[in-house]
């Protein structure tokens, strides 16, 4: 069975520009969240969509918007970038439940640079 | 949430046990204990989860004291490969991915 797999792998944009970010979730899996790491502050919690609805919500600005398909792909975008969004961003996948008993399977990452 | 302190980085070498403790004073009596592993430029890789005494897998072991306030990951005979960051994770069933706090992790480095 095919990983999650995110898309574009590398990225690099310019401050106040705006970047979409996609992920396919694991065959199956309904869930997806999305999560923001930096060395700084760590792995971070940016928000989790299940049939197409935003279930969960970390503590982001409005910039940081995403969206489900009806085929659990999602996408997230982040307007009006800023230096210190550069940082990797991981999209994980789980059957349908939401919380530490539904293992997450995790995406290998999209590295953002904003110069 | 329960809070979770792990030491910042452990060193060990090829063949060893390796131990790693979590700290979780405030665990909830529905809490549950996950550890997930991550390698550079990775996702976070699920290890093992447990609520109490032992849990054994293919690839760890967890113990969870009858207090609950503290586990312990044992990485049986470590290997080059095992080098990465681990990271512990204490969370109600059910609670929501934003329930769940990653912390700085646990950096282990395996040598030669």
């Known amino acids: 069975k095919a990983g999650v797999t995110q898309t574009p792998r590398y990225l690099i944009k310019t401050r106040g520009q705006q970047v979409t970010l996609s992920c396919s979730p694991i065959?199956?899996?309904?869930?997806v969240s999305w999560y923001q790491q930096t060395p700084g502050q760590g792995l971070q919690f940016l928000f989790e969509?299940?049939?197409?609805?935003?279930?969960n919500k970390g503590n982001f600005p409005g910039r940081f918007s995403g969206r489900q398909f009806s085929n659990s792909r999602s996408e997230m975008n982040v307007s009006t970038l800023e230096l210190g969004d550069s940082a990797l961003y991981l999209c994980?996948?789980?059957?349908?439940?939401?919380?530490?008993?539904?293992?997450?399977?995790f995406g290998p990452g999209t590295r953002l640079l904003v110069l | 949430l329960a809070k979770t302190t792990q030491p910042i980085s452990m060193d060990s070498y090829e063949g060893q046990e390796v131990n790693i403790t979590c700290s979780h004073n405030n665990i909830a009596t529905n809490d549950y204990i996950t550890w997930y592993q991550q390698f550079p430029s990775q996702g976070p890789r699920f290890i093992i989860q447990g609520y109490k005494t032992k849990v054994t897998n293919e690839v760890a072991s967890l113990f969870i004291p009858a207090d609950r306030k503290s586990s312990t990951l044992s990485l049986p005979r470590v290997s080059l490969s095992d080098t990465a960051v681990y990271y512990c994770l204490v969370g109600p069933v059910s609670g929501g991915y934003n329930k769940l706090i990653f912390g700085a992790g646990t950096r282990l480095a395996v040598h030669p």
């Open positions: 065959s199956g899996h309904r869930s």
């Open positions: 969509y299940f049939s197409e609805t935003q279930r």
């Open positions: 994980a996948s789980s059957l349908e439940a939401s919380g530490i008993q539904e293992t997450q399977y």
